[in-house]
């Protein structure tokens, strides 16, 4: 009997741990097994995340990096709120993650483009504020549904994205690659069937906040923007203000 109970405590203990580290390789968000197995990192895109790269960026985006940069836009808002410019891999990148931009739900963002509109994306959701951030940006309730089924049992996720993608006239075009959630890839007829509403809520979204996007083109290692923005935004990137 004793040893009976034996080989069952060990049966379970061994379906637990096979349970533990498949989670942990397929999660990427599982304590121990997670970054013993590697997976608790998000995909290395080969950027250059640094904040003398942020403010590159910010400066061509002609966001205020001085206080009478600041005043200048105060008295002609003008000089913000439409912009020309051309950021490269590593500006967006460094602007995406140290920005701190409130409600977004990304974090550690890295954006590498490619040639023809290519692009991949990488980094961790915060699935606490994915939901609102969705909202916000207008996405259906089906699109919503869908999203948060796949990540609900998690504080954070790790993620991996490609795709093409081009914008002109807020007319988002293009399509989705792949998806990975960890290292759980999202089924291809799942993406074919909401880039659409992707596509929707992200142009909606954008213009709900006010935003007008003449043009966005990527080619090999930038992107050229050509937009206006609602001043509104500029509390986002005060905090890269500096006296000098």
Do not use: H
Request: net charge positive; hydrophobic share 40%; charged share 20%.
């Amino acid at each position: 009997m004793k040893k009976k109970l034996i080989i069952i405590a060990s049966v379970i203990v061994a379906l637990f741990l096979i349970i533990f580290f498949v989670a942990g390789y397929f999660l990427g968000n599982v304590p121990l097994a997670s970054k013993l197995l590697g997976t608790n990192k998000s995909k290395d895109l080969g950027v250059v995340i640094s904040v003398d790269n942020a403010y590159s960026g910010l400066k061509g985006m002609k966001c205020p990096l001085t206080p009478q940069q600041v005043t200048d836009i105060v008295n002609n808002p003008k000089i913000y709120t439409t912009v020309k410019t051309t950021l490269t891999s590593d500006e967006v990148s460094s602007i995406l993650a140290l920005g701190d931009i409130p409600g977004f739900p990304l974090r550690t963002t890295q954006i590498k483009f490619g040639p023809n509109g290519y692009l991949q994306a990488s980094g961790i959701i915060d699935t606490e504020k994915l939901q609102s951030f969705l909202k916000e940006m207008g996405a259906s309730s089906e699109v919503m549904d869908k999203v948060m089924g796949y990540v609900k049992n998690a504080k954070y996720l790790n993620f991996y994205a490609d795709g093409n993608l081009s914008i002109t006239n807020n007319r988002l075009s293009g399509d989705i690659g792949s998806v990975k959630i960890g290292n759980i890839s999202l089924p291809s007829d799942v993406l074919r069937n909401s880039e659409a509403n992707i596509a929707g809520a992200i142009t909606g979204g954008l213009n709900k906040q006010g935003y007008n996007i003449r043009k966005l083109t990527i080619s090999e290692g930038k992107a050229d923007v050509d937009m206006d923005r609602p001043l509104g935004s500029v509390q986002n990137w005060l905090k890269f203000v500096q006296d000098q």
